[in-house]
């Protein structure tokens, strides 16, 4: 990395709280403009008061059986093999 002198760095600091500042600025004059993003962007404008989402129940998926797999496949190759003798007539 090369070296730069105290000088230099001190500048990039202090332009860098200085552009902190501006976007710390420019964020509270978006939120007061638009409330409903202090609570994030899944949020509905229509619901400023709500702070997240209901957490929905997710269906537990079963798993099949090796019976139950074994069922499908000899289906689905009868079913494809029907499919494939009447593309060929």
């Known amino acids: 990395m090369a070296k730069h002198s105290a000088s230099i760095l001190e500048l990039a600091k202090k332009g860098a709280t200085h ?3 501006e976007l710390k600025a420019e ?3 978006l ?14 404008p ?7 989402e209901p957490n929905l129940r997710r269906r537990k998926r079963s798993r099949m059986s090796a019976a139950q797999k074994k069922s499908v496949s ?14 060929t007539q």
């Not at 939120?31 to 509905?44: C, D, I, M, Q, T």
């Not at 229509?46 to 997240?52: C, N, R, W």
């Not at 000899?74 to 593309?87: D, F, I, T």
């Open 74 to 87: 000899a289906r689905m190759k009868k079913y494809w093999a029907a499919r494939r003798k009447e593309n």
């Open 27 to 29: 964020l509270a004059e």
């Open 31 to 44: 939120v007061k403009g638009f409330p409903h993003l202090r609570y994030g962007s899944a949020v509905s």
């Open 19 to 21: 552009r902190y500042q």
């Open 46 to 52: 229509a619901m400023p008061d709500a702070v997240e």
